[in-house]
């Protein structure tokens, strides 16, 4: 797949989706760019924005097997990855395939279980791939988690440590649709859900293709550069206690591939690390929970302030 058909995939996904979520096009864009890019999404919202209606907007529009998992205080690892149950029947020890055994995968509320069961995640959203009981089973590609979680409430939740979320490529919210956005929603689902008509404008294999072309994308030694000098500012900025890994370089430089994939180019500017800086890296990063009200600004706002102070490379 060259630039130009994985340019127009991006873009059919993009308005197919927007078919059934409104006025939300700045994060349909993120979350196609981050499923071509090979990473996975955090959607930090509340209740009711659409996150449910968009996972499966986008597993219909790729023609993707979709599932969903509602996490829970007793849910376990097993029921998430799967189990070996022996089989009278058969006389012997079967593998019955979890919920992560799919194209789409959507992990509800993701802080309500058990840093164990969270932790269940990590090898499928790092490697695609799981391993039950020594053996080790390859997730078919595309593999792409969309993890939710409410910031509201917090009674009963287990907050996700740093070495997952840093395992999301970005982190995003939907938040409240405009007035002429929601009423949109109330005209197009007064009778019936337009997801329930929503058609496949490309397969699984597409997206695969175009993944490949996204990693072919070309980044220039200057913009290599520019990366590493927001990254390293991230980690001297006395707004900050703990900075982006290098999981977070490498995370940059794939979104800001897929982005201008997305523009249909084949070659990395530093608009496109601009555009996707801050979903990429503000959840990647510790502000200092002490000190002036400077100090304890967003993480958003410590991240656009660092684009702003790193020089731009001219071509």
């Known amino acids: 797949m060259d630039i130009r058909e994985a340019a127009a995939a991006a873009r059919k996904i993009k308005e197919n989706i927007e078919c059934v979520i ?7 864009k993120y979350i196609v760019s981050a499923l071509f890019a090979g990473g996975h999404v955090l959607l930090d919202d509340i209740p009711g924005t659409g996150k449910t209606t968009l996972a499966k907007a986008l597993a219909r ?3 993707a097997d979709f599932k969903r998992v509602q996490f829970t205080p007793d849910l376990l690892p097993s029921d998430i990855t799967g189990i070996n149950f022996f089989s009278q029947k058969e006389n012997e020890f079967i593998f019955r395939k979890g919920p992560v055994f799919t194209n789409i995968l959507l992990a509800d509320e993701i802080n309500r279980t058990t840093p164990r069961t969270q932790s269940a995640l990590l090898e499928c959203m790092g490697e695609g791939q799981t391993t039950v009981d020594g053996v080790t089973y390859r997730l078919k590609p595309p593999f792409f988690v969309i993890a939710t979680q409410n910031p509201i409430e917090s ?3 287990f907050p996700l440590p740093e070495a997952q979320t840093d395992r999301f ?3 995003l919210s939907l938040g409240y649709p405009e007035k002429k956005a929601e009423l949109s929603v109330l005209d197009e689902y007064a009778e019936n859900s337009p997801l329930d ?3 496949a404008v490309c397969t699984g294999e597409d997206v695969v293709a175009a993944q490949n072309t996204v990693r072919a994308v070309k980044v220039s030694a200057r913009i290599r550069q520019y990366i590493v000098d927001i990254v390293s500012m991230t980690r001297e900025s006395e707004r900050v206690r703990l900075g982006v890994s290098p999981r977070g370089s490498l995370a940059l430089m794939r979104a800001a591939q897929a982005w201008a994939v997305f523009d249909g180019r084949d070659f990395v500017l530093p608009d496109d690390v601009k555009a996707v800086a801050v979903p990429v890296l503000a959840h990647r990063i510790i ?3 002490q000190g002036t009200i400077r100090l304890t600004e967003s993480n958003a706002n410590i991240i656009e302030y660092i684009i702003d102070a790193v020089p731009v490379p001219v071509a």
């Open 22 to 28: 409104f006025g939300k096009d700045t994060e349909i």
């Open 61 to 63: 529009s790729i023609s």
């Open 155 to 157: 009674q009963g939740t």
């Open 169 to 171: 490529l970005m982190k």
């Open 197 to 199: 008509s929503l058609e």
């Open 287 to 289: 502000s200092r929970s």
